[in-house]
């Protein structure tokens, strides 16, 4: 019988929307699983065949867990604010909401025809005013929260307000900005405005002076993950490094708790090391130094203060603000011109440059509060201003890039000696090196001089033993107009927030989406966003008279804002009153499965993890993590084809008559290829683009041969595969299948067009075993052992397959029952219905039609998953193979049930053997039970 892909997977993804088939009642009768993928983002370029491969994945887990009779949530939305649709908004004039649906609209389409079993009622879009209302109000929440270390959670800033009122700051443990120390009665006597200055330094989303990566082309705020190379991922234009007055998301006040939550959580160990790193949790002492000259004081943080003998300069990060009050006049040209350079690079890039060291002389000393020496104080863009105090001890002789530093500027190297063990381990071979032993130290144990040199530091006041951590406050603002409006007016220089009941603030209309003339963000240009606190909503810029109409934050949220919460919309995606209902918060609790890509592990992994910790302690929901297991996928690769230009000239030389000229090896579009071989379309590449019309063509045999190679699916290597050209051809089932057998769901794998006629072949094996020719035939009756064994053995493997998410070997597994069905003509109902169903979760739309076919009107998709039967997979007869003298002879079938002893004995009394013992007794039998039988004579 004919396999009509293209009818079948209409007919049944037109009934699944017709019949809402996906749609998740919060029932709680039935037990929950929550199968996520991570938020796409939808970009004009529509899907390629390397973006479903998570999907695909998820999809099948979602359908399996149905089948066992779970209440699945298997959403799906939008992450629908970005700077891509911005830009094209900036060039072309189109307001970025058109493009955003536009895009969403092309990837709905293609989503639907891959049969993706999501729950289209609950979809979420960052960009709707519905949506970003709650990511306001959680803002607004985190706003007026503190954390409170001695609960060790977000608590309301009133609780912090009472006890100023009570104390002060006596007894106050809180995560802050700057130590502050007053009374209640200075608070009392204090302004409304010193008390909000003074709350802004504890608050969880707060305003402050914070470096930033200043992006001048794009006029925006960009994230380390936007950078690259000094330039911006996106249009590759110069990024600075620049101080700005920004929001900040004090996530630093959850380090520790961070940390400790990855060992509740299934996920891949690469990233919760990535993440592990990222927090940088050590342990050490902050020291304070004297400035020679000066009453600045400068404290670093050290994880080694036990070397502080050894210390022989200082090193200031470049932003430090101690640099321009310590600058002498002598040093102060190389100083800003060596601030200027170090403005151009990013963290990142200062971070991972760790060969190539520079800095510049300040001209002052800091002076070893042990030794008494003069230190002299250098900035290098190797120290980092968020990373400790901003400032570090330089120890030459103990540390690898001081030592290159201290040899570049010739500097004191001085070796501390501690122990014997210590000299080897840390020795440096430096003529220059002077050999310090410190009395205060000597022959004491890391730990135990470690300890020694804390107490010392703090009975002498210069310091105290703590614990520090590399991860810094999350920026939260972005200089640009597509992204969440921050509810925030400004009062006399003094953020307040908006109402709950005047959200959403909404985005409002403007003329053009660049910067102001002044240089304030594009919604500077709006001509209705100024707030009227007195009658409570959004009026005419031109009404602000700072009495009662105020100016309203011109920044945006960043792009991972809405990405932080939308796994909780899911749960409650309609609901106007509450950004999720408590009960069912309790009910759905974690993302049981969460799949999508490494990429976004000190990013979207961290910042939710964050936000959802923070709704917990202020007891919204009750889950500290939201993600319970992660699995990241592999990419796959696209085959990317290449021409070679000779240099200078419009020539192109095939590939293997490359070697004999200079050329430059450029991307072709694999579409320009003819059929499936490697040579170029000659005549369709010079149509491509018009600065190829006039190419000239060096042919090897009269063909031109492209070179090939597998890297990274990208629409700029133009290596996409088009997954609607896939589905037309193989069917949706077809290539669901497919992205599965290529290999270990975590593992990249190269993606062959070909190898899908193989999937599409056992499509229609599968397929014909349900029909005898054109007919619809199946038997009623019993099937046999050998029918029942092919059934259950497959049984047994798929579920341990996905459940292991061994999704490949399925497929495989696929292939041998349904072959061996074929070869005994298996046409038996009691076969071919449980067989539809453990098929259906990888190929939904088929087995939807012969579950049809079968007779049964309700979908496929709630049919109890067959269970195993392990009687049927025990053997009858083994056949052993028999060996003698380490060669196989012949093989002899046995009962099953027969001992060691007894195969033995039929073994040496068969017929077969007593030509080969030609009488003499065996020396040694072995019997491997169930295996085979070794004869040694």
Partial sequence: MFYDHQQIEKKWQKYWEDNQTYKTSNNTDKPKFYVLDMFPYPSGAGLHVGHPLGYIASDIYARYKRHQGFNVLHPVGYDSFGLPAEQYAIQTGQHPAVTTE?????????????????????????????????TQWIFIELYH????????????????????????????????????????????????????????????????????????????????????????????????????????????????????????????????????????????????????????????????????????????????????????????????????????????????????????????YAVN?????????????????????????????????????????????KKVVETEEDVQEKSFDSKDSVCVNSDFLNGLNYND??????????????????????????????????????????KE?????????????????????????????????????????????VVSTDLIDDKTIFPLELSTMPGWAGSSWYFLRYMDPNDQEVFIKKELADYWGQVDLYIGGSEHATGHLLYSRFWN??????????????????????????????????????????????????????????????????????EAFKTWRPDYADAEFILEDGKYITDREVEKMSKSKYNVVNPDDICEEYGADGLRLYEMFLGPLEQSKPWNTQGLSGVYGFLKKFWNLYFNGDTFEVSDEEPTKAEY?????????????????????????FMIAVNELQKIKCNKRNILEPLAVIISPYAPHICEELWSLLGHEESVEFEKFPVLNEEYLVEDEIEYPVSVNGRMKFKISLPAQLSAKEVEDLVISDEKMQPILEGKTPKKIIVVHHRIVNIVI
């Fill in 613 to 682: 910790m923070f709704l917990k302690d202020r007891g919204y929901i009750t889950h500290d993590e939201p993600f319970q297991k992660l699995i990241n996928q592999g990419m796959i690769l696209g085959m990317s084809a290449f021409v070679y230009r000779i240099d200078g000239t419009n020539q192109y030389v095939s590939k293997n008559l490359a070697g004999n000229y200079q050329t430059q090896k450029i991307h072709v579009d694999v579409s320009l290829l003819k059929g499936t071989s490697d040579e170029l379309d000659t």
């Fill in 493 to 537: 220089g003094m953020p307040y927030t908006l109402p709950v009941s005047a959200l959403p603030l909404e985005l409002p209309e403007v003329e053009k989406y660049l910067p102001t003339e002044d240089g304030d963000p594009p919604l500077g240009n709006a001509k209705v966003f100024a707030w009227d606190e007195a009658n409570q909503k």
């Fill in 369 to 413: 509060p042990f030794s008494g020496e003069k230190m002299p104080i250098y900035i290098s863009d190797y120290v980092l201003m968020g990373y400790g105090t901003g400032a570090v001890m330089a120890v030459p002789a103990h540390d690898e890039r001081d030592h290159r530093f201290a040899k570049k500027f010739n500097l004191t190297i």
């Fill in 449 to 490: 001089a470690k300890s020694k040199i804390i107490s010392e530091i703090e009975n002498r006041r210069i310091g105290h033993g703590t614990t520090n951590y590399r991860q810094r406050d999350a920026i939260f603002s972005r200089q640009r107009y597509w992204g969440e409006p921050v509810p925030v007016y400004y």
């Fill in 145 to 364: 929260s503190w954390y409170n270390k001695n609960t060790d959670k977000a608590e309301s800033i009133d609780t912090l307000i009472k006890h100023f009122e009570e104390k002060g700051t006596e007894g106050l443990n809180a995560n802050q900005n700057d130590e502050l120390n007053f009374t209640a009665e200075e608070w009392e006597k204090a302004s409304d405005l010193d008390k909000e200055d003074i709350l802004l330094n504890y608050r969880l989303a707060y305003r402050a002076e914070t470096t930033v990566n200043w992006c001048p082309a794009l006029g925006t705020v960009l994230a380390n993950d936007e950078v690259k190379d000094g330039k911006s991922e996106r249009g590759g234009f110069p990024v600075f490094q620049k101080k700005m007055m920004q929001w900040s998301m004090r996530i630093s006040a959850y380090s520790e708790r961070l940390l400790q939550g990855l060992n509740t959580l299934d996920w891949p160990q690469p990233l919760k090391d990535a993440q592990e790193y990222w927090i940088g949790k050590s342990q050490g002492a902050q020291v304070q130094f004297q400035v020679e000259g000066h009453d600045e004081i400068v404290e670093v943080f050290t994880t080694r203060p036990d070397t502080i003998f050894g210390a022989t300069f200082m090193v200031l990060a470049p932003e430090n603000p101690l640099v321009e009050a310590i600058t002498t006049e002598a040093q102060k040209m190389e100083v800003d011109t060596y601030i200027e350079e170090t403005s151009k690079k990013t963290e990142r890039d200062r971070m991972s440059d760790v060969k190539n060291v520079s800095g510049a002389f300040t001209g002052s």
């Fill in 102 to 134: 536009e895009n969403i609209n092309r990837y709905e389409e293609q989503l639907k025809k891959i049969g993706f079993s999501f729950d289209w009622s609950r979809e979420v879009r960052t960009s709707d005013a519905s949506y970003y209302k709650w």
């Fill in 789 to 813: 064994k092919v059934l259950h053995t497959l049984i047994k493997k798929v579920v341990y397959d996905i459940e292991n998410f061994s999704f490949n070997t399925s497929v495989s597994s």
